[in-house]
């Protein structure tokens, strides 16, 4: 009977520790978008530019 009881609070603790999870998931990705977007705005052209044209090279992805 104690075995069943430990089971169930497990059970219902980790549901809520995996939706909490995902919120921080969401708000980190969201975070992350953000100061990505925050950063290429506010950049020169010609950095904005070689950042585009590294990223295709790492990436082995034809440009010029």
């Given at each position: 009977?104690?075995?069943?009881?430990?089971t169930?609070?497990?059970?219902?603790?980790?549901?809520?520790?995996?939706a909490?999870?995902?919120?921080?998931?969401?708000?980190g990705?969201?975070?992350?978008?953000?100061a990505?977007?925050?950063?290429?705005?506010?950049?020169?052209?010609?950095?904005?530019?070689?950042?585009?044209h590294?990223?295709?090279?790492?990436?082995?992805f034809?440009?010029?």
């Amino acid at each position: 009977m104690t075995q069943q009881i430990i089971t169930s609070q497990v059970h219902s603790s980790s549901s809520v520790s995996t939706a909490d999870f995902s919120l921080i998931k969401i708000l980190g990705a969201a975070i992350l978008g953000m100061a990505m977007l925050y950063g290429v705005g506010f950049a020169s052209m010609d950095v904005a530019h070689n950042a585009a044209h590294d990223a295709r090279h790492a990436f082995a992805f034809p440009c010029h």
